[in-house]
C-alpha cells in the first residue's frame, strides 16, 4: 500500500519539476538580448602638453599611422567638430594640435586655450 503512494508521488514531484523547467526555460528564451558593450569614455580632460598616445586617440588612430591617414582622421573629426558648424574653438584648436603632434609638427607649445 506504501510502494503505490511513494510511486505516485514521485510522478508528481517529477511533473511539478518538469513544469517548473520548461517555464524557466522559456523565461530565459523569451528575455531581450544583451546589448553590447558600449565604450566608455577616457576620464579626465586634456594633458597639459599633448602625447602622441592622446593625440591618436583624439583622432581614432594607432599611435603608429601613416600621414595620410593622419590627415583623413583629422579632416573627418574636424568636419564634426568645426566652429564655423556649430562645434568648440577648444576643441577644434585641440585636434589641429593632435595633428600636428601625430605629423611632427609641434613646437612644444601646447594648445593656445
Given amino acids: 500500500m ?3 503512494f511513494l510511486a505516485g508521488l514521485a510522478v ?8 517548473y523547467g520548461i517555464q524557466a526555460w522559456q523565461a530565459f528564451k523569451a528575455r531581450p538580448p544583451k546589448p553590447p558593450q558600449m565604450r566608455k ?3 579626465g580632460g586634456f594633458q597639459p602638453t599633448m602625447t602622441r598616445r592622446e593625440a591618436a586617440q583624439i583622432l581614432g588612430l594607432r599611435e603608429n599611422a601613416p600621414p595620410d591617414k593622419v590627415k583623413e582622421a583629422h579632416r573627418r573629426v ?6 564655423d558648424a556649430g562645434g568648440s574653438h577648444y ?3 585641440k585636434i589641429n594640435e593632435a595633428k600636428d ?10 594648445s593656445a586655450f
Fill in 78 to 83: 574636424m568636419v564634426a567638430n568645426h566652429p
Fill in 101 to 110: 603632434v601625430m605629423l611632427r609638427k609641434t613646437k612644444g607649445g601646447g
Fill in 41 to 43: 569614455f577616457f576620464e
Fill in 2 to 4: 506504501a510502494t503505490p
Fill in 91 to 93: 576643441l577644434a584648436s
Fill in 12 to 19: 508528481a514531484a517529477t511533473a511539478l519539476a518538469g513544469r
